[in-house]
């Protein structure tokens, strides 16, 4: 179950009831998926085949078309990382600036970890979502985020679209970061 702390005072939000009702606050999709289902081989593995991005697509179809139907997600695709990505050290200097995407950034995870940073309203400020897997979650379009890994540095994630095409992250200054 994800994990929340918000960045102004270091609070922790913890608990499925606490952490649910906080991302709805927030505006945040949150759900959990079973893992359980997943094939064993298939939870701790980071380099993955296109047999093994398949088939876990084919375990969460059931999830992914339900999530897809309510929110208008047309396509999706498993993304890995981990050290044996090349230029991992570049993707997170990367994907540590605070950005907007003219979509929702949706993520599942099914392996390893993740963090989402989210500005949430004026209250809360900058907090973070400590993920695990079967955590998923959904940024809203033009929310200002960034995404980073936790010190293991590796995980597996399903991605949904509207369009992918889209899916492009701009900018966002913010000086109250
Ligand atoms: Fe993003």
Redesign the pocket.
Known sequence: MASIVLRKTLDRISGEENVKHFLKEQGVLYEHWDTTKLPEYLRDSFILSDEDKAKILETFDADIQSLAQRHGYKNWDIVALSDATPNLDELLKK?QQV?V?TED?VRAITAGNGIFTIKGNQAAGYFDVELVPGDVIS?PVNTP???TLVENRRVVAVRLFIDAAAWV?HPYEDPEF
Request: aromatic share 34%.
């Open positions: 994907f950005h995407h950034e940024v985020h960034f995404f992250a």
